[in-house]
């Protein structure tokens, strides 16, 4: 998996998800983009995008219970850290990608790699 938070900007493509009045601190928001599911997190006032995908089993990993900036797998408990998509503990070894976060005026964007 890929960190594109380490991508050139330039190579990413950037999207408006929300605006920063739907996603409030401690919250998260699922998104849906062509098929790729991604979420956002709002956490102690910062932005965190990451694919909803755990790279265990595929399990629904956006739905999980987040501790700090960690995101607990609710199928099967690996953690990954939701600011660069690390994978923390097993069974989960493999990373997630994580995404650039930005915000213009009120509006929330999400950096995806050109062409996916
Ligand atoms: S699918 Fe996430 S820990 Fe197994």
Known sequence: MYNYIETDPEQLEFIQIATTDELQEGERLLIDIEGDYFAVFKVAGEYYAIADLCSHDDGPLAEGDVEGHEVICPRHGARFDMRSGKALTLPAVVD????????EGDAILVGLPLGD
């Open 96 to 103: 997630i990608p994580a995404y650039p976060v930005k915000i």
